[in-house]
């Protein structure tokens, strides 16, 4: 069984940065996807970035070159460094991934069937 723990959320400035971070226990499979998503409040949950065992990596367009997703596979951690923070980037933070095999990365939610507890980042004007 896989557990993921998310942190590194706060707050910023907009404008500032913040870098998250998920670190993920258990069983972890080799070859599958991890992906962050956020969720504000009174809204859905939206993929944010994804990146495959390869390392291919995919952003929501809102993402605007501000945010770089990675991971360090001997540390069993995933990344989210983010940069030009805007209000809208407000929310709460989630990592995501699967316990099997997974070769293309989806970009929702429904997807992913295992999830951390959750970052909250909040950014001011």
């Known amino acids: 069984q896989v557990h993921l723990v998310e942190s590194g959320g706060g707050s910023a400035q907009a404008g500032g940065s913040l870098n998250l971070s998920c670190t993920a226990s258990?069983?972890?499979?080799?070859?599958?996807?991890m992906a962050w998503f956020r969720q504000a409040p009174g809204k859905e949950r939206e993929a944010v970035a994804t990146i495959d065992s390869d390392g291919e990596v995919t952003y929501a367009d809102f993402v605007e070159g501000r945010f770089t997703i990675s991971k360090d596979k001997n540390k069993n951690t995933l990344y989210l460094q983010m940069s030009s923070l805007r209000p809208e980037d407000t929310a709460m933070y989630y990592c995501?991934?699967?316990?099997?095999?997974?070769?293309?990365?989806?970009?929702?939610?429904?997807?992913?069937?295992?999830w951390g507890q959750g970052t909250q980042v909040t950014v001011s004007s």
């Open positions: 995501a991934t699967d316990s099997v095999e997974v070769w293309v990365c989806y970009m929702t939610p429904d997807e992913y069937p295992i």
């Open positions: 258990g069983n972890i499979h080799s070859s599958t996807c």
